[in-house]
């Protein structure tokens, strides 16, 4: 998810900038609202950002000679919703770009549109889907990053074949190759991701029960509702 500085077209990069923008202003408001009512929750808030910021800071080689990141917005999305997650999402790719040269400002709209908004959304909608039906919590957890790791490039395979389409087949060619190229490194990463995204959860639970009840993660009770592997019951 992190294009390089300068790679997309002036027109493209303008384009997913203003995309992005309604969504960050509105999670602004949101990680605003959320702190001031409940200060409480600016540690978990910190330690959700420091965990996308970690993961989508390691840089794994691809097959191409490119490079492949985990991204870490699922658990922000299951912990405080991908509007806030956009926010998160959007200071990390900002600070990489400035201080270790992952991605680029001209290329920031569209970064944060793959990793910040879409990935969020598409993990904590698998989330709430799979709870709905009563499917144990780290099941959902792991599903919801999982998801949340994979669209993000979905989406960047669709920024680059827009960007580049193929000099034969155009876009659908494009695509295709830009996303079988992310999809050899990137399917084990989701897995991966989503594994350690359980292990954290599972730490959460043990040493914030209280704040995920608050947060609706958790439930100590209420109809229609099936208990998960920790023994509460959880949305």
């Known amino acids: 998810m992190h294009i390089a500085e300068g790679f997309l077209p002036p027109a493209h990069a303008v384009a997913w900038s203003v995309a992005s923008a309604p969504f960050v202003v509105h999670g602004a408001r949101s990680l605003t609202r959320e702190v001031r009512e409940h200060p409480e929750s600016t540690l978990l808030l910190g330690a959700s950002g420091a965990f ?35 926010v998160l999402g959007t200071i990390t790719l900002l600070f990489q770009a400035l201080l270790l040269a992952h991605g680029g400002l001209t290329t920031l709209g569209a970064n944060v549109f793959s990793m910040a908004i879409v990935g969020p959304w598409a993990g904590y909608g698998v989330y709430r889907l799979l709870r709905h039906y009563g499917v144990p919590l ?18 960047t395979s669709v920024q680059l074949a827009l960007a580049f389409p ?15 190229i992310f999809a050899v490194t990137q399917v084990p990463l989701a897995v991966s991701e989503g594994l350690l995204t359980v292990l954290v959860m599972r730490l959460l639970v043990q ?10 993660v958790l439930v100590t009770g209420g109809r229609n509702r099936k208990p998960d592997t920790t023994g509460a019951v959880a949305r």
Do not use: N, Q, W
């Not at 999982?146 to 490039?153: E, G, N, P």
């Open 166 to 180: 193929d000099p034969s087949s155009g876009f659908p060619g494009a695509l295709g190759k830009f996303g079988s």
């Open 207 to 216: 040493s914030s029960k209280g704040e995920l009840t608050r947060l609706g």
């Open 52 to 86: 996308t910021f970690v993961l989508s800071a390691l840089k794994l080689p691809s097959v191409t000679g490119s490079c492949s990141h985990p991204t870490g917005t699922g658990l922000g999305a299951i912990l405080f919703r991908p509007p806030i997650m956009a």
């Open 138 to 155: 780290m099941v959902t957890v792991f599903a919801g990053a999982f998801v949340a790791d994979l669209s993000t490039y979905c989406v």
